[in-house]
């Protein structure tokens, strides 16, 4: 009992005022899923410290999507100096049972205490140069513009009618990463994208599973999506694997550190 406490004590330490990241499901997570997720989240914190970094995008293994050859699940911008406090992570999260998201600032245990898949971490550190912009772009107004709180999980890479959690990011460091006032809007944020080369290789989802997912699931739309592409059930959404792809061959000075 006395070392769920602790765990629990350290987990509101570091998650600050923002209670998020959570699953739906009123399930308690087990005294060895804390510590492990904990100590996950230390892990990270080091890793960051020792990297010298000031903004990271760091990415969770919160839900299996092996079948869709992809390794973690989401991601958010990590700030070194945000004011609410060392490392925490500026990132979008959808409102549990709604269509809705909004954004949350969370510490590094908060963002780990998510009901993991896997207990590892992906540290996407962008070149010094954009990291600065970034840490100026989170210190503005910018993330509000580029949220859009009508939320889909499989959101289309080339749409502002809905968003997903790694398309705010990954849009968000478009706007950190063009020219100084050359993306203000979602739009704007796209077409950089595109004529950055960012391609989407998308996901395919069987008839069954999406039939399920629209009926059942307040979070799932398909309409944003090209007609032909969602008839053969192929979705150009925004993946985490994508984000790191194309940091890597946008971003010269750019490196990944696995945990």
């Not at 009508?150 to 968000?172: C, F, H």
Request: glycine share 8%; with cysteine; hydrophobic share 40%.
């Amino acid at each position: 009992m006395k070392r769920m406490l602790l765990a629990f004590s350290l987990a509101c330490a570091m998650a600050g005022a923002a209670h998020a990241g959570q699953h739906c499901e009123n399930k308690p997570m087990s005294v060895n899923e804390v510590e492990r997720s904990l100590d996950l989240a230390q892990r990270s914190m080091k890793k960051l410290d020792d990297s010298g970094a000031q903004v990271a995008i760091i990415a969770r293994a919160g839900q299996d999507l092996s079948k869709f050859g992809l390794r973690y699940s989401h991601v958010g911008l990590a700030w070194r100096d945000h004011p609410a406090g060392r490392w925490v992570v500026v990132q979008l999260l959808n409102d549990c049972g709604t269509a809705n998201s909004a954004l949350y600032n969370d510490g590094l245990g908060n963002f780990f205490l998510s009901g993991l898949y896997q207990y590892k971490s992906q540290l996407i550190l962008p070149s010094p140069e954009v990291q600065e912009r970034l840490a100026q772009v989170l210190a503005s107004r910018t993330p509000v513009r580029m949220h859009e709180p009508k939320y889909s999980m499989l959101s289309y890479a080339w749409s502002t009618r809905y968003q997903n959690s790694n398309q705010w990011a990954l849009e968000t460091l478009a706007a950190a990463s063009a020219a100084p006032g050359k993306v203000e809007t979602r739009a704007e944020a796209q077409k950089w994208l595109n004529d950055a080369g960012f391609r989407p290789s998308g996901i395919d989802i069987g008839l069954g599973s999406r039939v399920g997912a629209r009926l059942f699931r307040a979070n799932v739309a398909f309409d944003d999506h090209p007609t032909g592409p969602r008839i053969r059930g192929h979705f150009d959404t925004i993946t985490v694997d994508e984000i790191e792809k194309f940091v890597r061959s946008y971003d010269r000075g750019a490196r990944v550190i696995e945990l």
